[in-house]
């Protein structure tokens, strides 16, 4: 699924259009099915532990940083011998259960391509599925990147990121705001919420792990560049290239998850070519492109303020 964020979802709850405004029960119908759903399920309880990744909002919060921040940190350690990613491979045509791998292309999606840099990486649409397959490998931990609404899979600790920088959006749910379901509701079932470069918009009844995002790019300060990116929230990835002294001289957005074809490459090679500029985009946008000769990436890492303190959550969880 691909899509572009309305810009209504992060305005404040006056400034969204009268015609927006008429969306606002469909979202209460929305998260009254979503909590009907996760209340009738009896989720399938796997022979290792799930740690879930996961958010309120849909799109951009930064669930996949996130993800491969924590599983790093459990690498660091000799807590577990093999853990792995479970991903539903948004963006990709593969159902699974499988191990993604350097043959596995875009059918993987671009999450999924990213998370395999870092460990091995299972796409699975059934996440239940994907967890008995992951048991299975030899597996002994499973890091979920997203997957908090559904309700099939049992999560042994669920870690709820929240941007500090947009929060809850507007406070309503989709399709009238980015919430994916009741806030109260989400904040119940968190075990503990990251909070991503801010704190929290309110207060969650629940202990909360400060993390911050380290951008990096190989690119001088001043240069003239043409960013462009297929994200939930593409506005965040031009304000960082402002952020990291870059002269944002042009910017083109894709839907989300979007797979770039070869003449989407070309003209923007062009277009930067007319004005001398240079190209450049995300890691996740990295992955789906054939031929990045002439594309520079910007790095982005997750850093947790307080590593031994989440590691201490999750050992007292598990």
């Known amino acids: 699924m691909t899509f572009k964020t309305p810009d209504f979802w992060y305005k404040t709850a006056t400034d969204i259009p009268l015609s927006k405004r008429l969306l606002i029960p469909v979202g209460w119908l929305y998260g009254a099915l979503t909590a009907v759903r996760l209340k009738v399920t009896k989720p399938y309880k796997a022979g290792i532990p799930v740690i879930c990744?996961?958010?309120?909002?849909?799109?951009?919060?930064?669930?996949?940083?996130?993800?491969?921040?924590?599983?790093?940190?459990?690498?660091?350690t000799d807590i577990y011998k093999s853990p792995c990613f479970l991903t539903r491979g948004y963006g990709g045509t593969q159902a699974g259960p499988v191990t993604?791998?350097?043959?596995?292309?875009?059918?993987?999606?671009?999450?999924a391509l990213l998370l395999m840099q870092t460990a091995p990486t299972i796409i699975a649409h059934d996440r239940a599925a994907g967890a008995r397959y992951a048991q299975n490998c030899g597996h002994d931990l499973i890091i979920m990147d997203d997957g908090f609404q559904n309700p099939h899979l049992y999560k042994d600790i669920s870690l709820v990121v929240v941007n500090g920088q947009t929060g809850w959006g507007n406070g309503h749910i989709v399709p009238a705001g980015p919430l994916r379901e009741f806030i109260k509701a989400g904040l119940q079932r968190a075990t503990a919420l990251i909070a991503l470069d801010g704190p929290p918009p309110q207060e969650a009844g629940k202990p909360v792990v400060k993390a911050h995002c380290r951008v990096s790019c190989p690119l001088p300060r001043g240069s003239r560049v043409l960013g462009f990116c297929a994200l939930g929230q593409p506005a965040r990835f031009r304000a960082t290239l402002s952020d990291l002294g870059l002269d944002v001289i042009a910017f083109t957005t894709f839907p989300d998850h979007y797979h770039y074809t070869a003449h989407d490459i070309d003209d923007l090679k062009a277009a930067a070519a007319r004005q001398n500029l240079h190209l450049i985009t995300t890691e996740k946008d990295a992955v789906k492109i054939i031929g990045q000769d002439g594309i520079s990436t910007v790095h982005l890492e997750v850093i947790f303020d307080s590593p031994d303190d989440l590691l201490n959550l999750i050992k007292a969880q598990i």
């Open 100 to 111: 993604v791998g350097p043959d596995t292309g875009l059918a993987a999606g671009d999450e």
């Open 53 to 76: 990744i996961g958010n309120l909002t849909a799109g951009g919060s930064g669930k996949t940083p996130v993800a491969l921040a924590l599983m790093k940190l459990i690498q660091s």
